[in-house]
């Protein structure tokens, strides 16, 4: 069998999906240079169960275009409500909309938790 090329008509994995590295050629933010400022969220990734020290836990990847003077960057945040809401914009193709990564804190103050408004 002769192996044919990728074409427009037939689309490789790569095509589709992506491929298993995010945007490695822009600098990466770290999520606390993030947090309380509104950016464009143009694209996103959501890995899950990621083994490390402290057991499995998903996390998203997103790909930030600030919003002042269009530069480009990444970040990535653990949190649930975060996951959540980037899981479900994935889910019904929405991206891209502006996001704030804020950080929440519970009412009797005892807890802490990051969302995405």
């Given at each position: 069998?002769?192996?044919?090329?990728?074409?427009?008509?037939r689309?490789?994995?790569?095509?589709k999906y992506?491929?298993?590295k995010?945007?490695?050629?822009?600098?990466?933010?770290?999520?606390?240079?993030?947090?309380?400022?509104?950016y464009?969220?143009?694209?996103?990734?959501?890995?899950?169960?990621f083994?490390?020290?402290?057991g499995?836990s998903?996390?998203?990847?997103l790909?930030?275009?600030?919003?002042?003077?269009?530069e480009?960057?990444?970040?990535?945040?653990?949190?649930?409500v975060?996951?959540e809401?980037?899981?479900?914009a994935l889910?019904?193709?929405?991206?891209?909309l502006?996001?704030?990564?804020?950080?929440?804190?519970?009412?009797d103050?005892?807890?802490?938790y990051?969302d995405?408004?």
């Open positions: 069998m002769k192996n044919e090329k990728v074409t427009p008509e689309k490789s994995f790569n095509d992506g491929t298993s995010f945007h490695e050629e822009l600098p990466q933010i770290p999520l606390e240079d993030v947090i309380g400022i509104p464009l969220i143009k694209e996103a990734r959501i890995v899950k169960g083994k490390s020290k402290f499995k998903d996390f998203s990847l790909l930030l275009e600030d919003l002042s003077d269009g480009l960057a990444t970040t990535l945040c653990g949190g649930m975060v996951v809401k980037v899981q479900r889910d019904e193709n929405s991206l891209p502006v996001g704030t990564i804020v950080k929440v804190t519970t009412g103050g005892a807890n802490e990051y995405i408004t």
